[in-house]
């Protein structure tokens, strides 16, 4: 049985106190200021001098604005923080198709563009699921992965349950409603019982700001989403992280994905449903924050 609540305890004593702002952040940015041998740093510089990279990728119904939470902690912690606008999200323009690949391949172009050698990637949902893509893709291509609230396979297209998140996403915008009159009752579903007051207002600002068309090409493709035959392949650490009333990628699949991966970690965060990382910033942020420095030690990378 998951034992969420020993998760967050241990964690307490690294997240008390610390709630990042909800600053706006522009659609690639790469923010690194502390020195990287700062005490409370996580890594050495790379061997050709450079703070490691990190680089998010959101879900859904977010955008790279979904993480300005993570940019001070993260940078403070001596990385190089870029969060990125998936086609058809933030700044782009919209898209009326996306598949996986062309999603990953995306994600490949941005990493060569701004000169990443080997970023850490962090995925949200479906972003969780281009990350997936992009390790299949390029499996040495990355130092580490963060599987956030995501899962390996969205299941069958015909099952009940699959039909009705779609019907349940699609219909109100059938019936002509826009994402802003949808966006609170929708991060009101995926959030869990008290999330952080600001992030749900965030997390309501960023859906309403989705352009239709994309939110409904991406819901077209997570429905063909499966990367379970690769699991087994994944040779780079991996850290899955769970929410406790996350519903739609519930902790216990999080955890057989996690023990499908070899090596891989997995930490569920009590209290928290879908949108961990705006829901509990500090939380979220002592858990990766915390994988990061075990894996990116001047020892281990």
Same mark, same amino acid.
């Given at each position: 049985?998951?034992?969420?609540?020993?998760?967050?305890?241990?964690?307490?004593?690294?997240?008390?106190?610390?709630?990042?702002?909800?600053?706006?952040?522009?659609?690639?940015?790469?923010?690194?200021?502390?020195?990287?041998?700062?005490?409370?740093?996580?890594?050495?510089?790379?061997?050709?001098?450079?703070?490691?990279?990190?680089?998010?990728?959101?879900?859904?119904?977010?955008?790279?604005?979904?993480? %300005? @939470?993570?940019?001070?902690?993260? *940078?403070? !912690?001596?990385?190089?923080?870029? &969060? $990125?606008?998936? =086609?058809? /999200?933030? +700044?782009?323009?919209?898209?009326?198709?996306?598949?996986?690949?062309?999603?990953?391949?995306?994600?490949?172009?941005?990493?060569?563009?701004?000169?990443?050698?080997?970023?850490?990637?962090?995925?949200?949902?479906?972003?969780?699921?281009?990350?997936?893509?992009?390790?299949?893709?390029?499996?040495?291509?990355?130092?580490?992965?963060?599987?956030?609230?995501?899962?390996?396979?969205?299941?069958?297209?015909?099952?009940?349950?699959?039909?009705?998140?779609?019907?349940?996403?699609?219909?109100?915008?059938?019936?002509?409603?826009?994402?802003?009159?949808?966006?609170?009752?929708?991060?009101?579903?995926?959030?869990?019982? %008290? @999330?952080?007051?600001?992030?749900? *207002?965030? !997390?309501?600002?960023?859906?309403? &700001? $989705?352009?239709? =068309?994309? /939110?409904? +090409?991406?819901?077209?493709?997570?429905?063909?989403?499966?990367?379970?035959?690769?699991?087994?392949?994944?040779?780079?650490?991996?850290?899955?992280?769970?929410?406790?009333?996350?519903?739609?990628?519930?902790?216990?699949?999080?955890?057989?994905?996690?023990?499908?991966?070899?090596?891989?970690?997995?930490?569920?965060?009590?209290?928290?449903?879908?949108?961990?990382?705006?829901?509990?910033?500090?939380?979220?942020?002592?858990?990766?924050?915390?994988?990061?420095?075990?894996?990116?030690?001047?020892?281990?990378?």
């Amino acid at each position: 049985m998951l034992d969420c609540a020993r998760t967050a305890a241990a964690q307490s004593d690294d997240s008390a106190g610390h709630r990042p702002a909800f600053r706006p952040i522009v659609a690639l940015v790469s923010v690194g200021h502390r020195h990287p041998r700062d005490r409370r740093g996580c890594v050495s510089t790379t061997e050709e001098g450079r703070l490691p990279a990190v680089v998010f990728v959101h879900g859904i119904g977010g955008s790279a604005r979904i993480w %300005s @939470p993570q940019r001070e902690a993260f *940078a403070a !912690a001596g990385l190089h923080p870029v &969060a $990125v606008d998936l =086609p058809g /999200y933030g +700044a782009r323009a919209p898209v009326a198709a996306m598949d996986f690949d062309g999603l990953a391949s995306d994600l490949e172009a941005t990493v060569a563009r701004l000169g990443l050698d080997r970023p850490v990637l962090i995925g949200h949902s479906i972003g969780g699921m281009v990350a997936q893509a992009a390790l299949r893709r390029r499996p040495a291509g990355y130092r580490s992965v963060v599987l956030c609230c995501t899962s390996p396979a969205f299941g069958n297209q015909a099952g009940e349950f699959q039909k009705a998140f779609v019907a349940a996403r699609l219909g109100p915008l059938d019936a002509g409603a826009a994402m802003a009159s949808l966006a609170a009752s929708m991060v009101d579903g995926l959030m869990g019982p %008290s @999330p952080d007051p600001a992030g749900r *207002a965030f !997390a309501i600002e960023v859906m309403s &700001a $989705v352009p239709v =068309p994309t /939110y409904r +090409a991406a819901l077209q493709c997570l429905v063909a989403f499966d990367e379970r035959a690769n699991l087994p392949a994944i040779r780079v650490p991996v850290l899955c992280l769970a929410g406790e009333h996350d519903r739609t990628a519930p902790a216990p699949v999080m955890e057989r994905m996690a023990a499908k991966i070899p090596g891989a970690r997995f930490v569920c965060l009590a209290g928290v449903g879908h949108l961990a990382n705006l829901e509990a910033p500090a939380a979220f942020d002592a858990a990766v924050l915390g994988f990061l420095r075990d894996v990116l030690s001047p020892q281990t990378s």
